[in-house]
C-alpha cells in the first residue's frame, strides 16, 4: 500500500473517530463500514457462519459502548476493532472448550466464506506490522518474527509436499 493510500484511510479513519465522538449515532458509519472485515475474520477463524454473526454482533456491542473510552493514536479503526474481535473469539472458544462439536459445511456457509475470505485478503495484506501487532498485543518485533517463522514453515511444507509425488513415483519404479 503506497503511503499516500494508507494516509487517506487514517484520514476516513480521523474523520469517523470525530464524528463519533461528537455524535454517537455517527457510530454507525463505523459498523457499516468494517462489519463485513470483522464478520469474515470471525468466519475464517470459526468456519461457522452463526457463531461469525455472534461474535462480530458482540465486537461492535463492546465497540460502542467502550468507544468513549477509545483515544485516536494514528492507529486504523480497523486495528482497534480486529483487537476486540478476537478477544470475543477467545471468549467464544473459552466457552466452547468443554463440548464437543460436529459441524457440517453446507453450501451456503461455504459460499459465505469464500466470499468472505475474498474481500479480507485483500484487507488484510494492507497491515502494518504496527496494526497487526495492535491487534494481537504484541509488539511489532514480534510480529516479525512470527511472519517469518510462519513463513519459513509453509516453505518446508510445500518443500515436502512437492516432493512426495516423486518419491512415490521412484519407489513404484
Known amino acids: 500500500m503506497h503511503p499516500a493510500e494508507k494516509q487517506e484511510i487514517l484520514d476516513t479513519d480521523w474523520k469517523?473517530?470525530?464524528?463519533?465522538?461528537?455524535?454517537r449515532r455517527q457510530f454507525s458509519e463505523i459498523f457499516r463500514m468494517y462489519y463485513p472485515?470483522?464478520?469474515?475474520?470471525?468466519?475464517?477463524?470459526?468456519?461457522?457462519?452463526?457463531?461469525?454473526?455472534?461474535?462480530?454482533?458482540?465486537?461492535?456491542?463492546?465497540?460502542?459502548h467502550g468507544f468513549a473510552r477509545f483515544e485516536w493514536r494514528e492507529i486504523r479503526l480497523s486495528s482497534w476493532l480486529y483487537r476486540i474481535a478476537t478477544n470475543e473469539m477467545n471468549a467464544h472458544y473459552r466457552k466452547r472448550r468443554f463440548r464437543l462439536e460436529i459441524r457440517i459445511v453446507d453450501a451456503a456457509?461455504?459460499?459465505?466464506?469464500?466470499?468472505c475470505l475474498a474481500d479480507d485478503r485483500e484487507a488484510l495484506?494492507?497491515?502494518?506490522?504496527?496494526?497487526?501487532?495492535?491487534?494481537?498485543?504484541?509488539?511489532?518485533?514480534?510480529?516479525?518474527?512470527l511472519i517469518s517463522r510462519g513463513t519459513k514453515r509453509l516453505r518446508e511444507a510445500w518443500r515436502q509436499r512437492s516432493s512426495e509425488p516423486e518419491a512415490a513415483n521412484r519407489a513404484k519404479r
Open 109 to 115: 456457509d461455504e459460499a459465505a466464506m469464500t466470499a
Open 16 to 23: 469517523l473517530y470525530l464524528a463519533a465522538k461528537t455524535d
Open 125 to 145: 495484506e494492507q497491515m502494518s506490522l504496527a496494526e497487526i501487532g495492535e491487534i494481537l498485543q504484541r509488539p511489532e518485533g514480534t510480529v516479525k518474527s
Open 37 to 64: 472485515r470483522i464478520f469474515g475474520y470471525a468466519l475464517r477463524r470459526t468456519g461457522g457462519v452463526d457463531a461469525a454473526a455472534e461474535i462480530a454482533s458482540a465486537t461492535f456491542e463492546k465497540a460502542f
